[in-house]
Every structure is written in C-alpha cells, then in structure tokens.
C-alpha cells in the first residue's frame, strides 16, 4: 500500500481534532484515498504545551523547515488563524512544493489573490472546504456538484457563534453577555469574538462563497453588514409576537445582472427551515436555475465538524482531485468579474421598525407622516398598553410593506430626530 507522508502546521482546537482523525481513522482514510496517510510531523510554537492527542514520539516539532525541508511530505494541513504570520507561512509551504489544506476564511478574504496566484505560478493546489461552514461541504457543492447550474441566490447561516448566542437568548431567555461567555466556552466563537458578533466573519465567509457562486469579485470590508450586538431581547420577543425568530443572515443575490450581497439580522418566518436552525449550526439555501432549492444544515464550528471538512479535503489533495478543480476554477484569478455588486440601498425589502415613543398625542401621526412621505406603505402596527413603572415611553413596532433600503434607512434617521423619540430606533430587513 501506498504511503503519503502529510504534516499539520498548528496543533489548535481543530489541529488536534485532524491529529485524531489521522491517527484514529486510518482504515477510513486508506479506503478513500487508495493510500495510507502518514502524519510525519505537526509544527507548533510551544512543544511543552498539553495536548489532547498522542502524537507518535518525532512527530511534534517547532521548526517549519521539518516540513518545508521535507520532500517527501507532500500535503500540509496549515491551522493557525489570523493573517500573520499564515499568509508568509503558507507562501512558504507553496514555495517548497506543497499543496496546502487551510481553513482560515480570513486570510482567503484578505489575501486570496495573492496566495492563489503565487500556488498556480508554482503548481500547487490550496484547498478551503472548512474555511465556510466548517463540517458542511458547502465550498465542493457550489464549486463541483452544482456546477451545471446558474446560482441565482444564496442565503446563509454561516455563524455558528451568532446563531448559538440569538439561539440562547431566543430560547432560553440568556442575556447577550452569558450566551456569548457560553459560545467561547464552547470553543465556536474567534478568540477576539468581536468579528463574529459584528457580521464581519460572516461577510468574509459570504465573499468566499459569492467568488465560488458568482464570480464576484467584492472585498469582504465592501460587503454591507450588520452584526447582532444592539440585538435585544424586545425584538426577539415582538418578531415571535408577529410569527417570525430572528437569523443573521448571509445573503448573496442576483437581481437582474447585479449581485446583492449584504450581512444582517433579518426576521424569517417561524417555522421556515431558516428559522428551525438552533444553537452552532449553520444553513445555507442555495437556489440554482436548473435543480432549484436546495439545502445544506450542519455544524458550522467545533473540532470535530471543521475537523472532518480538512481531512476530506486532504483526501482530494492527495489522491489529486483537489488540483484539477484549482485549475479549472481559476478564482481569485486575474480575470474581470462576472457580476457587479449593486448598490445595497436599492435592495428590496419589507422591514420591522422598533420606535421607543413618548405615549403623547400625535406621536404615531409624526412618525407615519415621515414613512408615507419616504413613500414606505405600513403593513400593521403593534402598541401595547404602557405597563406599570414604564414611564411614559411604549415600544411601538411596525412591519412595512417591500421598501428600498435607502428609504428606510433615511426615513428611520430622520424619525430618531423627533423630540418624542427615545434612543435609536430598531430597523430589521424581513426575510421571505
Ligand atoms: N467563529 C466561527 C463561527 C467559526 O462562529 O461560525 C469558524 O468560522
């Protein structure tokens, strides 16, 4: 039997999770692969650092020249997170002939043009799977099975630290801060949770995902977002109220010859599959002109789940499949876009509006008066009575019929200016 000798930079949550998949799953992988994968080496900055793996005596090392100077190590895990120094690291590990399996979504958002220029100049393959939605294959299903298809739209969960914190608040009434204590604990959230909570490691994730579908070519930071930091237990509670939960959703859209691309929480539909999704999963809806709707629900953070998307991915890049889809997707190449972002202020929707009013005569006709003359149609309205030690200020909820995002957007500052109005207001797109 054939022996591949592969090394894992970054012995981490998940890096400990691939050691054991290697050492405890050989059989698994020889069926697969045709071949026996050996993990020859896994580099780490401090080797006296406790693991929770037994690594074979001569495999752990500090040295990247183990790997780099190696010619028989052919495929190199690389799982350190950040920008630097992976992104030197992995010019390094291209440089020295190998092909690299990575998960690290920020460094492709940030540097993917660079890093796949310089692997095709050289040869070698990157592959990314567990970059987005950790253990769901979303990245071989847009790239490879759907590939007959024009996508037409994508709408993603693609948060497994935002989705377990709304989760938490949602269901079992947790404050923002536990749930977010509770996420870290758990080992989903980023080391710096501020990314995952302010929508940006979704944008990063969705500008991957929109390269694949689409051919866009946007920036991650171009890609309007919105996190669930100001998200508050009231709005969770008025969406139920109204028959929706509320998602950070991820969505990337054709409309016409334009891609609407946008990061947000957004009102789905209770007991849409949008809405069923809890805890650390993730959920993308890809809709296709030829096989419609299709769906794809897993564990999108954790060990085990991101785990299981690298090994996979390793398997293709051994037995070679891995290079002949990096050949034939050219992406972060050179070539022109094929589809232009368009202006998110047009993008259509209806949206829910959260107002804290004074409880004073006139104060619904002011705040409608300026919706109708941004020309926003009211779908219901929801008051209720003040309850005792209030004051004098009630939430005032209202759902709108499809609107642009730039109406609402300037209609929402210009009625945070109203003396009657308490605080900035709440404005939340409705997903249908
Ligand atoms: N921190 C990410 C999340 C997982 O919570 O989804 C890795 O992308």
Redesign the pocket.
């Known amino acids: 039997m054939e022996i591949t000798k592969v090394a894992i930079v970054g012995l981490g949550t998940v890096g400990t999770g691939v050691a054991r998949l290697l050492l405890e799953h050989g059989d698994r992988f020889t069926r697969h692969a045709g071949r026996t994968l050996w993990l020859e080496k896994a580099v780490v900055s401090d080797l006296k650092k406790p693991r929770d793996v037994e690594l074979p005596k001569g495999v752990l090392t500090d040295k990247l020249s183990d790997v780099t100077g190696n010619p028989e190590i052919k495929a190199v895990v690389q799982l350190i997170g950040g920008l630097e120094p992976d992104r030197t690291i992995m010019l390094k590990l291209l440089e020295s002939g190998k092909d690299v399996i990575t998960a690290n979504?920020a460094l492709l958002a940030e540097h993917g043009p660079e890093l796949f220029d310089r692997a095709r100049e050289l040869g070698r393959s990157i592959a990314f799977e567990a970059s987005v939605a950790?253990g769901i294959p979303i990245v071989a299903a847009i790239g490879q099975c759907l590939s007959s298809n024009e996508i037409r739209s994508l709408h993603g969960i693609?948060?497994?630290?935002?989705n377990f914190i709304v989760s938490q608040m949602d269901h079992h009434g947790a404050s923002y801060d536990d749930a977010l204590r509770e996420a870290q604990r758990r080992g989903?959230?980023?080391a710096d949770p501020t990314m995952?909570v302010d929508g940006s490691?979704a944008a990063q994730k969705l500008s991957i995902l929109a390269h694949l579908a689409f051919g866009a070519r946007v920036h991650w930071r171009d890609i309007p977002r919105e996190g669930i930091q100001n998200l508050q237990a009231a709005d969770l509670k008025f969406a139920r109220e109204l028959g929706f939960r509320i998602k950070l959703l991820a969505v990337a859209q054709l409309v016409g010859d334009q891609l609407e691309l946008h990061v947000a929480p957004q009102l789905v539909r209770l007991g849409s599959p949008l809405a069923d999704v809890r805890d650390?999963y993730?959920a993308v809806r890809v809709v296709g002109d030829a096989v419609g709707k299709v769906w794809f629900h897993g564990l999108?953070?954790g060990q085990m789940p991101t785990a299981s998307a690298v090994v996979a991915d390793l398997i293709d890049t051994v037995v070679g499949r891995t290079a002949i889809t990096f050949r034939t997707l050219e992406l972060w190449s050179q070539r022109p876009a094929r589809v232009a972002p368009r202006d998110f202020g047009m993008a259509e929707s209806r949206f829910y509006l959260r107002f804290d009013v004074d409880d004073h005569p006139g104060v619904l006709s002011e705040i409608t008066g300026i919706l109708g003359r941004h020309g926003i149609s009211i779908a219901s309205v929801i008051q209720h009575e003040p309850t005792a030690g209030a004051g004098d200020a009630v939430p005032l909820v209202i759902m709108t019929h499809v609107t642009q995002q730039g109406a609402a957007d300037k209609a929402v500052a210009e009625i945070d200016k109203l003396n009657s109005v308490r605080g900035r207001s709440v404005r939340i797109r409705v997903h249908e």
């Open positions: 979504k950790g693609l948060n497994g630290t935002c989903y959230a980023e995952d490691d650390a993730n999108g953070a």
